[in-house]
């Protein structure tokens, strides 16, 4: 039996080691004291009771269960007795306190008008977090508040930028990104913000280009402007015609119809620019007329080359209208017929447009009376690139019997999901060029993954065929890898056949 000496040298080490809140105060008698044993007994009871009642509370199963684990809990702002015990991390230990009255020494009145949250927070964590809120809460302008009202962030975004502050995680969805973006831009939350343009690249398309190019402006984020002009001038006829078109600014749309890069033809631009001019009325309270239109678009009006138009498609839209005065389209068709051409407001000269690149596999052709009659085969090959490119088309092999007609119907897959596909013609004039045949859009190709390209000819002759084939190819800025596709049953693979050339942009 250990003596009665030990056993107190025991309990007072045990004792020093104890926190100071836990002693007992230097200023009570030494009379009125409790044994340390006593003392020490009863504080193990006590802390063994509050970790039993951890356990049996709903939402605990067990006092190492993380702080995910306690979310029903902690949305309802309540937490175990002896939280800091349970949680082994400052990020989990800040975990509990996100969105939590718990501590919490400011108020944050998030929403417009009928829409207001009230959001509880922590000034020091919120200011470890954004140099904004630091000199909010300590700089030395800093205010002495309860609440601060901000009225511009959605409640749903500003409660997303400060789950990423305290918990370091980032959750993000299409329908909020662009709302976090901006209130990771107003807090100075850069790691959040870059998360946000990451995730509007990956999903960045002809349907939202438009848009996000007038966000990427309006947050100066030059790299996702970059992306959306890409998209824009490869994929102008869809990005155009998207309902996204209509949503964009009046600076943004002349910046678009000023672009001199744009793959569509002038006529798409009219009718677009025609589209958006209804939706602003509406949006201005405006009556939808064509006064009104011509009065909402101003000079952008001008930056649609109305003369570049075909003439059939001039006559037979633009001219009908009724965005046009009389004078415009009178001197418009003077300047399609006349000799003496009249000065006209709008700019002439064609748009540049983009400038396909090919991507040629084979070094060299020939021709083999055995092979490549087309009778409704399909030639195949899988191909990869290292970057993002938009595959406009392919250059194919024609007839090496003098000239020929050939029907063709060409495809674009990826694991099996076709994503462009188009049925055409092409003369050979029995030379041993290629022949482009083009998609109806260019079909976005994502770096770094394969895509299987397709092509089935019907004709009556024979067709020169590749051969040398090279498994990778360096193209401009661009290399492209290929390999066989099962889907060839014409004799074409990487080291000959058909489909010598990939069209694309770049």
Not at 61 to 80: D, E, F, G, K
Not at 279 to 302: I, P
Request: aromatic share 10%; glycine share 6%.
């Amino acid at each position: 039996m250990v003596d009665c000496k030990t056993r107190n040298m025991k309990c007072l080490t045990f004792f020093l080691m104890l926190p100071e809140a836990v002693k007992k105060s230097k200023k009570a008698s030494k009379s009125s004291r409790l044994p340390v044993c006593y003392e020490i007994l009863t504080l193990k009871k006590r802390m063994a009771a509050e970790m039993y009642s951890a356990k049996k509370a709903p939402g605990n199963a067990s006092a190492s269960s993380s702080a995910q684990s306690h979310q029903h809990n902690l949305n309802n702002n309540t937490v175990p007795a002896n939280w800091q015990g349970l949680y082994p991390t400052i990020r989990e230990r800040n975990a509990v306190m996100f969105n939590n009255d718990l501590m919490a020494d400011i108020h944050f009145l998030v929403g417009p008008q009928g829409g207001t949250q009230r959001l509880p927070g922590h000034k020091y964590v919120l200011a470890v977090g954004s140099s904004v809120f630091h000199a909010m809460f300590y700089g030395e302008l800093a205010e002495d508040k309860e609440e601060i009202r901000i009225p511009d962030v959605e409640p749903a975004a500003f409660l997303a930028m400060m789950k990423y502050i305290y918990c370091d995680e980032i959750e993000l969805a299409a329908d909020t990104v662009l709302a976090i973006l901006y209130a990771a831009k107003k807090y100075i939350v850069p790691h959040l913000a870059r998360a946000c343009v990451n995730f509007l690249e990956t999903s960045l398309s002809a349907k939202n280009a438009c848009v996000l190019l007038s966000q990427s402006c309006l947050f100066e984020e030059p790299e996702l402007t970059q992306r959306c002009w890409e998209v824009i001038d490869a994929q102008a006829e869809l990005a155009l015609k998207s309902e996204g078109f209509c949503d964009i600014d009046q600076r943004t749309l002349q910046s678009i119809l000023s672009r001199e890069s744009l793959n569509a033809k002038e006529i798409t631009l009219f009718e677009a620019a025609l589209g958006w001019a209804e939706v602003e009325c509406q949006r201005q309270e405006l009556a939808t007329s064509v006064e009104n239109q011509r009065k909402v678009l101003g000079k952008a009006l001008y930056l649609i080359r109305v003369p570049a138009m075909s003439l059939d498609d001039f006559a037979n839209g633009a001219a009908q209208s009724g965005l046009l005065t009389l004078n415009e389209t009178n001197d418009i068709f003077l300047w399609y017929t006349a000799a003496k051409k009249p000065e006209l407001e709008f700019v002439c000269r064609p748009r540049r447009g983009l400038s396909p690149q090919r991507c040629h596999r084979f070094q060299s052709c020939a021709y083999r009376s055995n092979q490549w009659r087309y009778r409704g085969r399909c030639d195949s090959i899988q191909f990869a690139a290292d970057r993002r490119v938009f595959l406009a088309g392919f250059g194919l092999y024609g007839s090496s019997c003098g000239s020929a007609e050939y029907s063709v119907t060409v495809e674009l897959k990826r694991q099996g999901l076709v994503l462009g596909q188009n049925f055409s013609t092409f003369f050979s004039d029995g030379s041993s060029s290629t022949f482009p045949v083009w998609f109806e859009h260019p079909v976005q190709v994502e770096a770094d993954t394969f895509y299987t390209a397709s092509v089935v000819l019907d004709g009556s002759e024979l067709s020169y065929f590749g051969q040398e084939g090279m498994t990778e190819v360096q193209c401009g800025k661009v290399t492209f890898q290929f390999q066989c596709s099962s889907d060839s049953t014409n004799g074409t693979g990487v080291q000959g056949g058909q489909l010598p050339e990939l069209i694309f942009y770049g």
